[in-house]
């Protein structure tokens, strides 16, 4: 479970932690595949729901790593038609979640940054931060 949980929480603030078995699979290979790429992660049990604290550099490159392969970012911004796209097809929110959740993509759209690991890092807090006022909460927080 330690494996998944930076990436849980990359996606707590867009997801409300309704999230079917096939995306999760596809975040724990684009987890995985990232964890190879970047190498010596710390022990990511450090980070809960909530109470993230400073965020090491070799994380902050997780976190734009996995929103990369899932096909959030492209491009240096956050891709707001791919975004909806995964979420209306592989997550379990109802439309008035989904309004709210389109929103917050685009609040955080034209963050651009040209270091990737600042920008995915710079994204989360985005989303976590758009989530936090949309309302949108998950067990734990």
């Known amino acids: 479970m330690k494996s998944t949980l930076i990436v849980l929480l ?28 970047i190498g010596n992660l710390p022990d990511l049990s450090m980070f809960k729901p909530g109470k993230l604290g400073p965020i090491p550099q070799e994380v902050k490159c997780m976190l734009n ?16 038609d791919k975004f ?3 979420t209306a ?14 929103e ?13 690991c600042a920008r995915g890092s710079d994204i989360f807090h985005c989303l976590k931060s758009a989530a936090e006022k949309s309302g949108l909460k998950c067990d734990g927080q």
């Open 104 to 116: 917050m993509v685009k609040e955080c759209a034209a963050i651009a940054d040209p270091d990737r």
């Open 10 to 37: 990359a996606f707590v603030a867009i997801a409300s932690c309704k999230s079917p078995e096939e995306y999760m699979k596809h975040m724990k290979a684009s987890f995985e595949k990232c964890k190879s790429e």
């Open 65 to 80: 790593c996995v929103m990369e392969e899932m096909g959030f970012v492209k491009k240096d911004t956050v891709d707001v």
């Open 84 to 86: 909806v796209e995964m």
């Open 89 to 102: 097809g592989k997550m379990d929110v109802d439309a008035e979640t989904m309004e709210k959740m389109k």
